[in-house]
């Protein structure tokens, strides 16, 4: 991984940044730092509190509820991103890393500054957000 900029084109993907412009991404790329997992690493837990979320740069995940796997996570998917925008509420599944993984983690305390400071990204991330629970509900509405 890389600087800024190969943040900037990764964010650019991610479902819930794919609506903000060039301009809003380079305000949410210096927030992102990287990390590397190895497998068998637990990102998130279900019924556990968290303050980040995770952009999958390379590998895969297993996403489970109540232990039976939902879906794999890969490359360009976010997870954990309802911590963003509520960091006071507990995680609703468990990811687990099931291949070494490249991630870029977003904290919600510095995601939740910048978007007081600059408006129009909450908008675009907020559609990004209804998008995907959208896809992801069994009513669409």
Do not use: N, W, Y
């Amino acid at each position: 991984m890389a600087g800024d900029s190969s943040k900037i084109e990764i964010l650019g993907r991610v479902p819930l940044f794919a609506r903000c412009s060039k301009k809003e991404l380079k305000q949410i790329a210096p927030l992102v730092d990287e990390l590397r997992v190895s497998a068998g690493r637990e990102l998130i837990t279900q019924g556990r509190g968290g303050e980040e979320a995770f952009v999958i740069v390379s590998g895969t995940a297993a996403v489970t509820v109540d232990g039976r796997e939902v879906r794999t996570a890969g490359a360009g998917e976010a997870v954990g991103e309802m911590a963003l925008l509520d960091p006071s509420a507990l995680r609703s599944a468990t990811v687990t890393a099931t291949s070494d993984m490249e991630l870029l983690v977003i904290g919600a305390r510095e995601f939740h500054s910048m978007l007081l400071k600059h408006p129009q990204v909450t908008l675009q991330v907020a559609i990004g957000l209804a998008e995907r629970l959208r896809e992801h509900s069994p009513v669409s509405g």
